[in-house]
Nanobody
Framework: QVQLVESGGGLVQPGGSLRLSCAAS????????IGWFRQAPGKEREGVSC????????HYADSVRGRFTISRDNAKNTVYLQMNSLKPEDTAVYYC??????????????????WGQGTQVTVSS
């Protein structure tokens, strides 16, 4: 049974940083993609970044490229999202998700098979 558990959200001032973690368990395949998505109140879900667990390839949305960095620690089965230079418009619930059986890094939400419960990120002074 696949489980994804996010952590690391919180309140931060504009310009600050946060690191989100996604702890994954229950995978039976060696290749899958972990993606980060976010959803702000009244807005559609938006893909943020993703990483292929098998080869480390990454992909970023234009809105976060250069500010966010996704990485993985395969020994800990954990994916991280380092978020720097945060802006108020980054405020949202952040979800990690798993697209199983692929190494293709894209942010098409309906292709992802499993989702975590989400963690709130609030950027405000």
């Amino acid at each position: 049974q696949v489980q994804l558990v996010e952590s690391g959200g919180g309140l931060v001032q504009p310009g600050g940083s946060l690191r989100l973690s996604c702890a994954a368990s229950g995978f039976t395949l060696d290749y899958y993609v972990i993606g980060w998505f976010r959803q702000a109140p009244g807005k559609e879900r938006e893909g943020v970044s993703c990483i292929s667990i098998s080869d480390g390839f990454t992909h970023y949305a234009d809105s976060v490229r250069g500010r966010f960095t996704i990485s993985r620690d395969n020994a800990k089965n954990t994916v991280y999202l380092q978020m720097n230079s945060l802006k108020p418009e980054d405020t949202a619930v952040y979800y990690c998700a798993a697209d199983v059986g692929t190494a293709v890094t894209d942010l098409v939400a309906y292709e992802y098979d499993y989702w975590g419960q989400g963690t709130q990120v609030t950027v405000s002074s």
